[in-house]
Every structure is written in structure tokens, then in C-alpha cells.
Nanobody, 112 residues
Framework: QVQLVESGGGLVQAGGSLRLSCAAS????????MGWYRQALGKQRELVAI???????NYPNSVRGRFTISRDNGKNTIYLQMNSLKPEDTGVYYC??????WGQGTQVTVSS
């Protein structure tokens, strides 16, 4: 079964940027939709971006205009470019596609 490994998290000041990567152990070409999610301490996991196989994307209002999701089927990897980060963006970020087990995630901490 395909496994997903997230990386690229870290500690950044408010207003800064980070680029997260999610590498799959197998092909993502047939995964119609892939997404990035985040979970803040004590809160439920929430969706922050999705990308479909045709390249269309969706974002919640909280990150629209600041976050950009992309996918490289040749590298079996999806990315999340995060700009203008805010302290409320702090959390563990996960990538996922329906039917795929959740990975360990990568911690993003934004200091004020």
C-alpha cells in the first residue's frame, strides 16, 4: 500500500514562508484528489488545500491567497507553499488521499 511522508516543517516567524513536501512510496497519478490537512493542538484536523488530477485546486478562506498546493506526478510528490504565515497556522500538517493511511505529519510552528 502507498505510504505518504511529509517534510519541510519548522519554526518560522509570522510573515515568513515554508514549503512542505509529501512524498508517496508509489504512483500518485491515479489519485484523483490529494490534500493537505492540519491539526492544531486540541483541535480537530482541518483541510487546508486540495488538488485534483486535472490540476484544479480549492482552499478554505483561512488560507486562500497565502497557500498554494501543487503536484508532480512524475516525482510522486505534492507540495504546499505557505506564505505570509500567521501564528494560527501552527499545527501538524498532513497530506492524504482517500484510502491512504495517514502519515506522521510535519510540525509547523509560527511565532508572533
Amino acid at each position: 500500500q502507498v505510504q505518504l511522508v511529509e517534510s519541510g516543517g519548522g519554526l518560522v516567524q509570522a510573515g515568513g514562508s515554508l514549503r512542505l513536501s509529501c512524498a508517496a512510496s508509489g504512483s500518485i497519478a491515479n489519485m484523483y484528489v490529494m490534500g493537505w490537512y492540519r491539526q492544531a493542538l486540541g483541535k480537530q484536523r482541518e483541510l487546508v488545500a486540495i488538488i485534483r488530477s486535472g490540476g484544479t485546486t480549492n482552499y478554505p478562506n483561512s488560507v486562500r491567497g497565502r497557500f498554494t498546493i501543487s503536484r508532480d506526478n512524475g516525482k510522486n510528490t505534492i507540495y504546499l507553499q505557505m506564505n505570509s504565515l500567521k501564528p494560527e497556522d501552527t499545527g501538524v500538517y498532513y497530506c492524504n488521499s482517500p484510502g491512504i493511511p495517514w502519515g506522521q505529519g510535519t510540525q509547523v510552528t509560527v511565532s508572533s
